[in-house]
């Protein structure tokens, strides 16, 4: 068998019929369309000089009459020549980062939390500027190091996030302290 892939990016998903078989193809989806080995040399030439990809409605519709026509001249009802199948797009993958603040201070510690979908392996999270901030080895907490910006990187190898933490030096405020003695405060 010969393959031929055509892929829906159009907002669109639509049916079509080849002969008694409906088909329905999904937006962001691919249709495979294989012929026999024995198929003539115009069909498999017809096949690979058609588009690709196609975008809107109007050319979705137009490639779905060309395949249609190219493989009903060909095949006649009911012949195994020839299989349709589509794959359907892969989910798109998410991390969510829940920092109680981005804003920390020098020797502070946060604990935070990572929510994802339709990703796969695990997830970590690491600080690549140690000398700000850096994550300890329960892997959900970051400790504030030093003043500057640090970024927390957290998903996978193949899909990930960064989050900005900016880390201040500590507040001092330099009060001054009388001392009064006790006999003072006290009256009798």
């Known amino acids: 068998?010969?393959?031929?892939?055509?892929?829906?990016?159009?907002?669109?998903?639509?049916?079509?019929r080849i002969y008694d078989d409906r088909f329905s193809w999904k937006s962001g989806a691919t249709m495979i369309v294989q012929v026999a080995d024995a198929s003539s040399v115009s069909l498999k030439?017809?096949?690979?000089?058609l588009k690709k990809q196609v975008a809107n409605l109007q050319d979705l519709i137009q490639l779905i009459k060309l395949i249609q026509s190219a493989i009903v001249s060909e095949f006649p009802e009911g012949s195994t020549g020839?299989?349709?199948?589509?794959?359907?797009?892969?989910?798109?993958?998410?991390?969510?980062?829940?920092?109680?603040?981005?804003?920390?201070?020098?020797?502070?510690?946060?604990?935070?939390?990572?929510?994802?979908?339709?990703?796969?392996g695990k997830i970590i999270a690491f600080i690549k500027e140690q000398d700000v901030a850096k994550v300890l080895k329960d892997g959900r907490t970051?400790?504030?190091?030093?003043?500057?910006?640090?970024?927390?990187?957290?998903?996978?190898?193949?899909?990930?996030?960064?989050?900005?933490?900016?880390?201040?030096?500590?507040?001092?405020?330099?009060v001054e302290v009388a001392e009064v003695p006790e006999s003072e405060g006290k009256k009798e």
């Open 45 to 49: 030439f017809q096949l690979q000089s």
């Open 82 to 120: 020839y299989s349709l199948s589509f794959i359907d797009p892969a989910p798109v993958p998410s991390i969510d980062v829940i920092l109680p603040s981005r804003v920390m201070e020098v020797g502070d510690e946060m604990v935070f939390d990572v929510t994802s979908s339709n990703l796969t």
């Open 142 to 174: 970051i400790q504030a190091v030093g003043p500057g910006t640090a970024y927390l990187k957290v998903g996978t190898k193949q899909y990930n996030k960064e989050f900005p933490i900016k880390v201040e030096a500590p507040m001092t405020e330099k």
């Open 1 to 16: 068998m010969v393959k031929f892939e055509f892929r829906n990016l159009s907002d669109q998903t639509t049916g079509f």
